[in-house]
T-cell receptor, first 104, second 115 residues
Framework: RKEVEQDPGPFNVPEGATVAFNCTYS??????FFWYRQDCRKEPKLLMS???SGNEDGRFTAQLNRASQYISLLIRDSKLSDSATYLC?????FGKGTRLSVIA | DTAVSQTPKYLVTQMGNDKSIKCEQN?????MYWYKQDSKKFLKIMFS???????INETVPNRFSPKSPDKAHLNLHINSLELGDSAVYFC??????????????FGSGTRLTVV
């Protein structure tokens, strides 16, 4: 079983749409959770840490469900500039990423 | 001011050669990592060093040998390069012994092509 699993997509959504990504993890003792963003041929960059109580940063909301061992990312009012691959990270382990394309 | 810098950015070499990739961070972080991103874009942890000490070695072939002369530097030496070693290698750092709540800061990557 993989440490971190996420739907690879692609998700193609129109500008202004709301889109949600989920990610499941296998180690119930995991302590650190993040969402990273990776643009084509660039390094991953931290989008946000994910806290137990959930957290929001502008149009982005992250949630953690320890009982079901998944984390989620919600993007509201999608912009063209949100087009990227979104990587779920649990401790040291990265998911394969979910590709998002926001279309005008 | 570059936080995590890797050199070289691109590396093209023949099978069987030995090559090194260098990484330096000026963030004052305690832990550094090497990740490999293959052609399917999957980022996989290879090694982790905390204050020059190896703390994680994720079943990487022993042709790969990391070296940390001090906590700001982590180099990766690869012997007898194989075609399957072609990938992007990312160096990263974090403040504590692991990602904690601050996560990883990545370098811009070294694109290795073995021909």
């Amino acid at each position: 079983r993989k440490e971190v699993e996420q739907d690879p997509g692609p998700f193609n959504v129109p500008e202004g749409a709301t889109v949600a990504f989920n990610c499941t993890y296998s180690n119930s003792a995991s302590q650190s959770f993040f969402w990273y963003r990776q643009d084509c041929r660039k390094e991953p960059k931290l989008l946000m840490s994910v806290y137990s109580s959930g957290n929001e940063d502008g149009r982005f909301t992250a949630q953690l469900n320890r009982a079901s061992q998944y984390i989620s990312l919600l993007i509201r009012d999608s912009k063209l500039s949100d087009s990227a691959t979104y990587l779920c990270v649990v401790n040291l382990f990265f998911g394969k990423g979910t590709r998002l394309s926001v279309i005008a | 001011d570059t936080a995590v810098s890797q050199t070289p950015k691109y590396l093209v070499t023949q099978m069987g050669n030995d090559k090194s990739i260098k990484c330096e961070q000026n963030l004052g972080h305690d832990t550094m990592y090497w990740y490999k991103q293959d052609s399917k874009k999957f980022l996989k942890i290879m090694f982790s060093y905390n204050n020059k000490e190896l703390i994680i070695n994720e079943t990487v072939p022993n042709r790969f040998s990391p070296k940390s002369p001090d906590k700001a530097h982590l180099n990766l030496h690869i012997n007898s390069l194989e075609l399957g070693d072609s990938a992007v290698y990312f160096c990263a750092s974090s403040p504590g012994t692991g990602p904690g709540i601050y996560g990883y800061t990545f370098g811009s990557g070294t694109r290795l092509t073995v021909v």
